[in-house]
Nanobody
């Protein structure tokens, strides 16, 4: 199983980025997908989640990103996306995608991370 995250980069405050996480080797639609982030000196935090497909694709957003970030999934492409708008310097972090099987208590797989840097 591989989760390949991409799309990070350097952007000015107020700008946008779209992250992608391409999954292989798993039944993608059976997994809830999440994006976490970890800033220097801070713990990894959950940013957004989209549930497995037959549960309706329920989403969760951390308060800090509500109204600015949007998670979506394309099961035909085995890919989850994170559209990030109105970026702030405090969004600077390494972003990781993760997969959790339907109803499982823990995340099964993690991507390698992609750096997002927002300049003020």
């Amino acid at each position: 199983v591989q989760l390949q995250a991409s799309g990070g980069g350097l952007v000015q405050a107020g700008g946008s980025l779209r992250l992608s996480c391409a999954a292989s080797g798993l039944t993608f639609s059976a997994y809830g997908m999440s994006w976490f982030r970890q800033a220097p000196g801070k713990e990894r935090e959950l940013v957004v989640t989209i549930s497995w497909s037959w549960s309706g694709g329920t989403t969760y957003y951390a308060d800090s990103v509500k109204g600015r970030f949007t998670i979506s999934r394309d099961n035909a492409k085995n890919t989850v996306y994170l559209q990030m708008n109105s970026l702030k310097p405090e969004d600077t972090a390494v972003y990781y995608c993760a997969a959790k099987y339907a109803g499982a208590p823990r995340y099964d797989y993690w991507g390698q991370g992609t750096q997002v840097t927002v300049s003020s």
